[in-house]
């Protein structure tokens, strides 16, 4: 009479021989914890900069607004101080805002550096945890089978 086999020892056999690789769930949390690591400096150092900008902006429109604010002997001379005043300004506009746009500049090239740099490294990852794997599952399934013969 033929052997009945034991599926129940061998599912219970198959399923223990199957490999929980937690190195490469470690690589994975370790590669996002850097990337978010340095997503983060880049995000501070814009704001630091971009903080800077907009201190030295108000230093020197509060400046030049007390060179306007002075009393005067001529009334044209108010309306030329608020002319020069106006104009000033928006010199000091434009230069602060090519500089906020530099920032932001800086700021997209370090991501899309950064973005693509952790794509690769989680790639690498995964293909080096998918190929550990198969080749774990195709031991334990030999295992099993053999075991079931």
């Known amino acids: ?10 599912m219970k056999e198959m399923m223990g021989a199957f490999p929980v690789d937690t190195k490469a769930m470690e ?17 501070i150092e814009a704001a630091d900069k971009s903080a800077e900008i907009s201190a030295k902006w108000t230093k020197d429109t509060l400046a030049k607004m007390g060179e306007m604010s002075k009393a005067k002997t001529e009334p044209a001379d108010y309306a030329k101080a608020m002319t020069d005043f106006a104009s000033a300004q928006a010199e ?14 800086k700021v997209q090239m370090d991501t899309v550096e950064l ?26 399934a030999k295992k099993a089978t053999a075991a079931a013969k």
């Open 115 to 140: 973005m693509m740099a952790a794509g690769k490294d989680l790639s690498e990852d995964a293909t080096a945890a998918v190929k550990k794997a198969t080749a774990d599952v195709t031991t334990a």
């Open 1 to 10: 009479m033929a052997k009945t086999p034991d599926m129940t020892a061998t």
């Open 27 to 43: 690589d994975a949390f370790k590669t996002t914890a850097t990337l978010n690591e340095k997503l983060s400096h880049v995000a």
């Open 92 to 105: 000091v506009a434009a230069e602060n805002m090519a500089a906020f746009a530099e920032i932001a500049k």
